[in-house]
Structures are given as C-alpha cells and as structure tokens.
C-alpha cells in the first residue's frame, strides 16, 4: 500500500549541513530534491550553513539524506551532514525560510565563481533581456567573496545592497524553480550595476557600448584599465609588441610574465601547447591562471612573457570579460593593476589615481569590490594542479587539517598570506603581497580582521616568523591578551607541507628557498629537518657563503656569484656587471662587511644565473632562478660533483665546488643551456644523497618537499621522481603554494602543536 504524507510512518528529520553550502545554488538544490522525493517542510541558511526540515515516509527521508551530499551543486563544499529524528508536524509543502542569524557561526562565504555557459548563452543571446548585460550571473556564477562584507551571505551584506531589484529580477530571486533563486548579485540593464568608460583624468568619456570603445582603443595599442571581479587589470592586446613594450615602460618596467586573457580554448590552444588537464582547470569555475608551454610560431609579441617557456593564459571569467574578448582579439594581456607584491587596485579613484600615468582609458563600474583578490596562478604537475597563488576562485574556501584550532597565524613578509585554523579547517587568506610596502601592510590588517569577522573568531593563540625584523612579527607584539609563538621559517614550511597532508611526523622536510631567519640568526634556505609539526631538529644544510651587501645580494645575483666564488671573475664582467662595482664588492667579500652569511638554496640559483650571464639584476623575485630553469635543456645527464661533509650535525654541503665547475664548464665553452641542465641536475642529486643519508641515520621515509624553489619545474620533477625511486614516500605541495604564500598554514600547525603539548 503506498503512504499518504500522513500515513503512519511518517517521519520529520531535521538536516544540518555544515560548509560552503550559502551563495551556490543550495537552497534551490535541496528546494527541488525534496519535492523530488514528495517531502514536505522547509529549508533556509543559517550562520552554521544550511538546516533543512523534512517530512515523509521514512524511506523518501532516507533517500533525500542520502542524495543530499552526492547530488549537490559542484560548487558546494559540504563539510558536514547530520540529522536527526523530531516530532513531525504536518505542513502542505516545502518552502525556503528567511535567513536567521546564530551566534555560533560556522558557515563560509564561498568564493568567486567564473561565468557560468547558462549565463554565456543569455550574455550572447539577442533575445534575451540580458542580452550584453556586462553583469549577468546566476546561484551557479558570479561574484561572491569579492563582494561580501559580513555573513550570512545575502543582498545586504553585500556591494549590490545599493541596487534594488526591478520587478522582474526580484520575481526570479522570489521563485525557488528559477536558477535566479536568492542569486545575491542578480541584476538587469534595468536595475543593477553599469558601465562607465573614463579618459586618464577621469572624465566621463560618452559611449554607446563602452566594451566597444575600449576594444577600439586596444587595437589601436592603447592601455585600458578594466575594472574586473578583484580588482583592476591593465589590458592591452597581446599580440602588438608595441602596446606590450607600452605597458611594460609605463608599468614600472618589470619584466615579469604577463597574464594573457584568451576568448577561448581553442584560441589557448594556438598559443599553447595545452594539454587536456590544463584545458580542464582552464575552464573550471574558478578560472585560475594557468602556466602553460608556449607553442613554437605562437603570435603573441616576444615583450609578453620573456625569457619564459610558458605563459600565464587564462579564460574571460565576468561577463565584462567575454564582451571585450569578443571584440576579435587574439588573447589580451590582462595584468593586475599594480607592482609586483602591492595590493592590486580596486576602488575607481584609487586606480585613477594610480594608474593615471600608465592607463589610456578606465573601464569601469558601480558595484563596489569590497574584497581585493588577485587572479590565483596554478599548474599542472603530473596531471594535478598546483597552486602557485592563491587568490580569487580560491579563497576563503577551507583547506581540511586534523587540527582543531581556534589559531591565527601571520605568515611571512614576502608574498603574505593569513590563515585561521577553526574546527579543523584551515582558512587561509588570498594574497596580499610584501609587507614592505605600506598598502600591502594596510591590507594585511584588513584582511586580519575580515576574516575574524567572517569566521567569527579571535584566536587567543597567534603565530609568527621567528624573524625579529618582520612587520608580521612587530604586528604580533602589538597584539595583547594572547600567547604567541615563533615558528622557525623552513619549519613553517615543512609543516604547512604536512598539515596539507594530513602529517605529524616525523619526516624529511626538505625545505628549500630564498630566505628565511635561523635560529642561528643566519639566513637560512638550503634546509633538511627531522620535522614534527611541533619541533625540528637541523639534518644539514648548504654551508654558509657571504651574501655581500645583505638584501642587495637578492636584487643583483651577481654578487652571489662572488659571495660563492670568494672572487670577481671575468665572466661576471662579461655578463655586463660594471668593473668598479665588481672589484668593490670583491672587497667587501674579502674583507667580510656587510656580508651576512647564507645557507640559501635560492642564493645559489642566483649565483650560477649571474655567472652564465643569463641573470645578474633581478626586477621582480626570483627572476634569475626562474631564467635559468628557462634555459635548461632536455636530454643533458650530466652533473657536478658536491662535497659533504658529515662529520657532526648539521652536515653541511659546500656549494662552492659547484660553482666553481660551473665557472670550469663555462671556460670550457660550453653552452649555457647544458651548464643550466646540469646545475639542476646537480641539486637532484645532491637531495637524494642528503635524504638517502638522513634516512639511514634517522630511518626517516617521508620526505615533505617545501619552499619558493619547488616552484621550480625541473627541480621538483626530478627530486620527486628520485625520491620515489629511492623509495620516499614523497610530499609535495598542492592546495597551498610551495612558496611563501603557504607559510601561514605551516605556522599554524606548529603553533597549535606546540599549545597542545605544553601549558599556556
Ligand atoms: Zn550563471
Ligand atoms: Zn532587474
Ligand atoms: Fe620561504
């Protein structure tokens, strides 16, 4: 006999469904799943994230608990389902309730979504009344994180509170059927956000079709400033090497890669040599930039992306983006509208007045960006992306780790990012650049205090780099009423690798970078650990050599060179280092001021690139290590031979002997691109032989693989590859980058280990 909603056996659960589950289609989801399955009762967002009361027979409820976590919407991210038995009371239908606000929060604001193909086909669709509406979106695409202040995530929380909705857009946010349903940001021509072109003095310039008369410009080989979802790019078309060398002289003639914008795959498939997999995170909705091999006869101009065998492309993700890529452009350089490692401009008269001397013309609009978040850069590594920078589309989403927390840890100073631990999930936050800077260190407390706001939280334990001259560090002093603690850089590292990995140790952290404070007080950056996530103890590291002149050791590798080689050496002339400069800092070495000492693997990157000439003055970090992996060569064996000596802990490598074979090779007229493939291969071999050793010594087998220099494709290709041969289980970085941008979370694994093992 079939049940009547009534009948006997008719049951209520009450559902709750903890995670990213608010401003992504779920509410409509869990609408249409319970009529689906003829329940009645009713669902709405709470700040814990989604309750759900259901009635019915006791096999529909079982089937709709059951569906609910399989069926729901990609973009969801549930943490948690749980239900439980309640009186049932007997409603008609199922209804979405009003938003209710609880104290304890627990749900998430999602990220940023990337245009969605419903959206696209009404964008290009003459009948339909979006048709080019440069806003369009839906519960399944659109702005989220960049536009919301405070949780719940609804319409007046957010930068679209201004506009109110025409009658016809808030039928589609009232009705539970329409994709539009509770779309927080859902606007038409008739009621929400517009467009306005401005010229350098920002003055309104008159336009028809705004997207129109920027393409015009950029064809012509102007600069446009567009306002996109976190923040201002600076565009000019890609394949103009007028325009291109244009953009560079005028912005701060950085000669780091720029992103490229392509309308579609099809056009990313003629500059690149795509792979499917990196077709796939291409178009994936969170629309991150992906580094990609340049494909030989490409048409872009050499000024895009020089010295690089890659380029940054990515997938118009607004619908602003696919109007002006429509407009018949091969792909766009579409760079964020500021240096390097400041906070990319987001409000309209911050970009003109910043951009005043290096944009044409300002596209811009009404709706505010509440939250600056740069594009994210990802690639792939055997068939699985990793994320080099973490941004827009990513964040806040939450990193699972098997640590409770409440914590908040303030990262490094370069390439910073903030995470808070909260109920095993880890919250770290977009990037916000170099604290030097004192826009980056303004975004830095802002971004503190959002995310303690959005998390509810103020985590009475606070982690930081062990360096005494850090403005992350001076900021934990200011802090009172909590326990601090100083986690060691590469420690950090390692640690963020494990947390990643669900590890507590022991392992072989393998933690190698540009820089990082020592407990000896030295920088640190060529490091072997036997790490838990609480302590470490220093297996080896690369002996110290002089880094003359300090920080300016970082900016001109060249002095590396002579740090290393202990002499100025011709070949650093014939790189085109100034004589007077060489023998002055050939003094300084000899004679030991101002040289700080290193056991930085970046350093000697930086030595060798200086010596082949490829690399003596950097304009952006890590250009002369990422120019000599440029330069490697497929095929080439060969390798140096290293000294290690390991007489008592730590052991030390002496780079010395390498450089100075590279300097021998070098003599010996050999190509430099052989001298590069060598010189990596060297670092290979030089970890498995650490490792094999450490492994002996401590019967370590895991090794955690951290630090800028993993960035490295060669590198981390072949020592992954050579650890798995020697049979390490070998960790690397996915979820989190490698490089700085990943040293919060490691910090706050330390920190909560060591709050867990000792007294307050
Ligand atoms: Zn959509
Ligand atoms: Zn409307
Ligand atoms: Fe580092």
């Not at 490295?712 to 290709?717: D, K, P, S």
Request: aromatic share 6%.
């Amino acid at each position: 006999m079939r049940e009547a909603p009534m009948a006997d056996g008719a049951a209520r659960y009450r559902v709750h469904v903890r995670g990213t589950v608010q401003g992504v289609g779920f509410r409509p989801f869990i609408y249409r799943l319970a009529r689906d399955e003829g329940l009645t009762g009713w669902v709405r967002n709470d700040s814990s994230g989604v309750v759900v009361e259901a009635e019915g027979p006791r096999e529909r409820l079982e089937s709709f608990v059951e569906r609910l976590p399989r069926e729901a919407p990609p973009v969801a991210d549930i943490a948690e389902v749980r239900h439980e038995a309640i009186e049932p009371c007997g409603e008609a239908e199922f209804t979405i309730a009003h938003s209710e606000r609880l104290p304890d929060a627990l749900a998430e604001i999602p990220p940023d979504m990337g245009l969605c193909e419903d959206c696209r086909r009404e964008l290009l669709d003459p009948a339909d009344r979006r048709y080019r509406y440069p806003f369009i979106n839906c519960t399944n695409c659109g702005p989220r994180f960049t536009i919301a202040e405070s949780l719940p995530y609804d319409r007046p929380f957010t930068s679209m509170k201004i506009f109110a909705m025409c009658p016809r857009c808030q039928a589609e946010y009232d009705d539970p059927a329409d994709r539009r349903f509770h779309a927080q940001p859902n606007a038409c021509w008739d009621c929400g956000p517009r467009l306005e072109l401005l010229d350098a003095a920002g003055r309104r310039i008159d336009a028809d079709d705004p997207i129109a008369a920027v393409a015009e410009a950029l064809r012509d080989g102007r600069i446009a400033a567009v306002k996109g979802l976190g923040g201002f790019h600076l565009a000019a078309d890609a394949t103009n090497p007028a325009a291109v060398q244009a953009l560079r002289d005028r912005k701060w003639r950085e000669l780091k890669p720029f992103a490229v914008m392509v309308p579609d795959l099809d056009a990313a498939r003629r500059l690149c040599e795509l792979t499917d997999a990196e077709a796939e995170l291409l178009a994936d909705y969170r629309k991150p930039i992906v580094l990609s091999r340049k494909r030989t006869g490409h048409p872009l101009a050499d000024g895009v992306a020089p010295a690089s065998q890659f380029f940054g492309l990515m997938l118009p993700y607004t619908p602003l983006h696919v109007l002006l890529l429509d407009c018949g452009f091969t792909a766009l350089v579409m760079t964020s509208a500021n240096r390097t490692d400041e906070p990319i401009a987001i409000d309209n008269t911050e970009a003109l007045e910043r951009l005043a001397t290096v944009a044409d013309l300002f596209l811009v609009h009404d709706r505010a960006i509440l939250k600056r978040s740069d594009d994210s850069v990802t690639r792939l590594f055997r068939g699985e992306p990793l994320v080099q920078r973490r941004a827009r589309g990513f964040v806040p989403r939450a990193i699972p780790v098997g640590l409770e927390g409440p914590v908040l840890a303030l990262g490094a100073d370069l390439k910073n990012t903030i995470c808070i631990v909260r109920r095993g999930r880890a919250y770290v936050s977009q990037h916000i650049g170099d604290l030097e800077h004192a826009d980056a260190l303004a975004f830095f407390e802002e971004t503190i205090e959002h995310f303690q706001g959005i998390l509810e939280t103020r985590p009475a334990l606070v982690a930081h780099d062990l360096h005494p001259g850090y403005h992350s560090t001076a900021f934990a002093r200011r802090l009172d009423g909590v326990r601090r603690v100083a986690v060691q850089h590469h420690h950090a590292h390692a640690a963020a690798c494990m947390a990643e990995h669900g590890l507590e140790g022991p392992v072989l952290g393998v933690s190698l970078d540009g820089t990082g404070y020592g407990t000896d007080g030295k920088v640190w950056g060529g490091e072997f650990l036997d790490a838990t996530l609480g302590g470490f103890e220093r297996i080896a590291h690369l002996a110290y050599v002089p880094m003359p002149g300090g920080e300016r050791a970082i900016r001109e590798p060249w002095r590396m060179a002579i740090g290393t080689l202990g002499e100025a050496v011709p070949e650093l002339e014939q790189a085109g280092v100034d004589p007077a400069e060489l023998a002055a800092v050939e003094q300084l070495a000899a004679r030991g001021v101002a040289c700080p000492e290193t056991s930085s693997m970046g350093r000697l990157f930086d030595a060798v690139s200086a010596l082949l000439g490829i690399c003596t003055r950097v304009s952006y970090e890590g250009q002369a290590a990422i120019e000599l992996e440029a330069a490697t060569v497929a095929g080439e064996q060969g390798a140096y031979a290293f000294t290690l000596d390991d007489a008592a802990e730590p052991w030390t490598i002496d780079p010395r002997p390498i450089v100075r074979a590279v300097l021998d090779d070098l003599r010996a007229a050999t190509p430099a691109g052989l001298i590069a493939t060598r010189f990596h291969n060297t670092i290979v071999r030089l970890v498995r032989d650490v490792c094999g050793r450490a492994r002996r010594a401590r019967g370590l087998d895991t090794a955690v693989l951290s630090g800028g220099c993993f960035q490295n494709r060669v590198l981390l290709e072949g020592v992954a590859d050579g650890l798995e041969r020697d049979g390490f289980d070998v960790r690397y970085h996915r979820r989190v980058p490698t490089n700085d941008g990943g040293i919060a979370l490691g910090q706050a694994a330390v920190a909560l280990a060591q709050a867990a093992t000792s007294s307050p």
